[in-house]
């Protein structure tokens, strides 16, 4: 199982970066998949998730209203599109998939079931 996520750099508060994760040997319309994020000293935390036939997602609060994801089971791909970027979405971007629903209160580190490595977001003026 293989999760490549690219899309991460350096960019400037209010601008915008998709995010793009690709999977492989494993079948995503079994699997909610989203991001996760860690900020340097911090907890790694949920961003958003999608369910695995895409009717059900979830975001961060903050996030809500800036970031969208979105899949596409015929490509084995999920992208975060972010928008109105500010420095605290600075951070590695985790692509994560897991056998379960997409919701608050699972898509939790623990519930994960396979990892993409990171890709770096910088939001600097």
């Known amino acids: 199982v293989q999760l490549q996520a690219s899309g991460g750099g350096l960019v400037q508060p209010g601008d915008s970066l998709r995010l793009s994760c690709a999977a492989s040997?494993?079948?995503?319309?079994?699997?909610?998949i989203g991001w996760f994020r860690q900020a340097p000293g911090k907890e790694r935390e949920g961003v958003s998730c999608?369910?695995?036939?895409?009717?059900?997602?979830y975001s961060t609060d903050p996030v809500k209203g800036r970031f969208t994801i979105s899949r596409d089971n015929a490509k084995n791909t999920v992208y975060l599109q972010m928008n109105s970027l500010k420095p605290e979405d600075t951070a590695t971007y985790y692509c994560?998939?897991?056998?379960?629903?997409?919701?608050?209160?699972?898509?939790?580190?623990?519930?994960?079931?396979?990892w993409g490595k990171g890709t770096q977001v910088t939001v600097s003026s």
């Open positions: 040997g494993i079948t995503l319309r079994y699997y909610a």
């Open positions: 999608i369910s695995n036939l895409g009717g059900t997602t």
């Open positions: 994560a998939a897991a056998a379960a629903a997409c919701s608050s209160s699972t898509w939790r580190a623990f519930m994960i079931n396979s």
